[in-house]
T-cell receptor
Framework: SAVISQKPSRDICQRGTSLTIQCQVDSQVTMMFWYRQQPGQSLTLIATANQGSEATYESGFVIDKFPISRPNLTFSTLTVSNMSPEDSSIYLCSVGDADSNQPQHFGDGTRLSIL | AQSVAQPEDQVNVAEGNPLTVKCTYS??????LFWYVQYPNRGLQFLLKYITGDNLVKGSYGFEAEFNKSQTSFHLKKPSALVSDSALYFCAVRDIPGNTPLVFGKGTRLSVIA
């Protein structure tokens, strides 16, 4: 399975600032996804990162707040903009294959705390 | 729309006893079902999947899961629990073939007591 590296692994940020999270995969992948895991809760899909085009956002998430880049088939970034304490979460990068029989694989996540 | 329910927030079991973590699903077509485990400060690790075929599927670390179409369930099981199995377990589903992301249940925290 693909090896996924996420940076930073954790950060503490001031409200009103922005943070960019990087996701690097050791092989080319078709699909890349960004999830949010709020404390004590399940994973919520933020968006699907599409190579060469705009990301596809889920209901409740907008590009201005969570801009995403995917310049190639092995790399993506998620920016959390104008952060507030409600943005304190774990952000997870996940990759998938075009074959729906295959599982998605996850990075170790970025643990973000907003003061 | 597809959805997953994990009715238990927490499951406690003594070491050496069998364990079951419950999952039920709702899909419009045929389900593709997955179990993941999350250890502290780590991402999700894939345990096993059901796509088609034998209703009992075996996965990593001695875990298995039983697919029951009539009950729309996919419970995770292990014959003999270890303390190291203590973690957060997620059930996930996909019902549309292709490049669609998984939908996850809320998770069940398993605590194995020595």
């Amino acid at each position: 399975s693909a090896v996924i590296s996420q940076k930073p692994s954790r950060d503490i940020c001031q409200r009103g600032t922005s943070l960019t999270i990087q996701c690097q995969v050791d092989s080319q992948v078709t699909m890349m996804f960004w999830y949010r895991q709020q404390p004590g809760q399940s994973l919520t899909l933020i968006a699907t990162a599409n190579q060469g085009s705009e990301a596809t956002y889920e209901s409740g998430f907008v590009i201005d707040k969570f801009p995403i880049s995917r310049p190639n088939l092995t790399f993506s970034t998620l920016t959390v903009s104008n952060m507030s304490p409600e943005d304190s979460s774990i952000y997870l990068c996940s990759v998938g294959d075009a074959d729906s029989n295959q599982p998605q694989h996850f990075g170790d996540g970025t643990r973000l705390s907003i003061l | 729309a597809q959805s997953v329910a994990q009715p238990e927030d927490q499951v406690n079991v003594a070491e050496g006893n069998p364990l079951t973590v419950k999952c039920t699903y709702s899909v419009s077509g045929n389900p593709y079902l997955f179990w993941y485990v999350q250890y502290p400060n780590r991402g999700l690790q894939f345990l096993l999947k059901y796509i088609t075929g034998d209703n009992l599927v075996k996965g990593s670390y001695g875990f298995e899961a039983e697919f029951n179409k009539s009950q729309t369930s996919f419970h995770l099981k292990k014959p003999s629990a270890l303390v190291s199995d203590s973690a957060l377990y997620f059930c996930a589903v996909r019902d549309i073939p292709g490049n669609t992301p998984l939908v996850f249940g809320k998770g069940t925290r398993l605590s194995v007591i020595a």
